[in-house]
Nanobody
Framework: QVQLVESGGGLVQAGGSLRLSCAGS????????LGWFRQAPGKEREFVAG????????YYADSVKGRFTISRDDAKNMMYLQMNTLKPEDSAVYYC???????????????????WGQGTQVTVSS
């Protein structure tokens, strides 16, 4: 059974940092591209960051570029999102996702992904 579980969310002040983790189980982690998406109340889900297989070309939304870093550790079946200089507008539920047929364009599209975690709440206070 394929499973993705996020952790690391919480409440932080603006300017602070958080590190989200995503643990995968039940599948060959290294074969999948991975992504982080977020959804704030009343808003559409949006792409945050993505990482390809095998050495991992990375992709970022313009709104987080330079502040967030995505990484993966296939030996541990883990993916991470280091979030620095957080802003109140970063507040959302963050989801990790995995997809087997992701390219440089589809990495930003949620419907391209096959599996999703349950989400973790990030709240940034001003």
């Amino acid at each position: 059974q394929v499973q993705l579980v996020e952790s690391g969310g919480g409440l932080v002040q603006a300017g602070g940092s958080l590190r989200l983790s995503c643990a995968g189980s039940g599948w060959i982690f290294s074969r999948y591209a991975l992504g982080w998406f977020r959804q704030a109340p009343g808003k559409e889900r949006e792409f945050v960051a993505g990482i390809r297989q095998s050495g991992g070309t990375t992709y970022y939304a313009d709104s987080v570029k330079g502040r967030f870093t995505i990484s993966r550790d296939d030996a541990k079946n883990m993916m991470y999102l280091q979030m620095n200089t957080l802003k109140p507008e970063d507040s959302a539920v963050y989801y990790c996702a995995a997809g087997g047929r992701i390219n440089g364009v589809s990495v930003r599209i949620g419907s391209s992904y096959d599996y999703w975690g349950q989400g973790t709440q990030v709240t940034v206070s001003s």
